[in-house]
């Protein structure tokens, strides 16, 4: 269950990142909203999760599943510029995220 709220919690920091960069600094009430939301449903996520895995291992694979989110939706979304090199460093970071899984 651990992992499962894990997984959830990075999803959910992808949420309030993004919504981070469209509150045009916290001035924007919807994106803000939506940020301060996302922010507190994924730090207690992560807060939960902890309780039970090692710190560097659930800090790793939450920020890895975050950025890897954050990312693959500015590019999508966003108009972000899309490489073969992003996104094989992405699947890098989607790697390492199973890798620590698997080695937990």
Do not use: N, Q
Not at 21 to 49: D, Q, V
Not at 56 to 80: H, K, S
Request: charge should be neutral.
């Amino acid at each position: 269950m651990d992992w499962i709220v894990l997984v959830v919690s990075g999803c959910m920091e992808a949420v309030w990142a993004t919504a981070l960069g469209k509150s045009e600094g916290l001035h924007r009430l919807g994106p803000t909203a939506i940020f301060g939301l996302g922010l507190l449903l994924s730090m207690a996520g992560l807060a939960y999760a902890l309780r039970t895995l090692p710190v560097g291992t659930g800090y790793a694979v939450w920020v890895g599943i975050g950025a890897v989110l954050t990312v693959a939706y500015g590019m999508v979304f966003d108009g972000e510029t899309v490489s073969a090199g992003k996104v094989l460093l992405l699947a890098g970071i989607v790697g390492c995220v199973i890798g620590l899984k698997m080695l937990h």
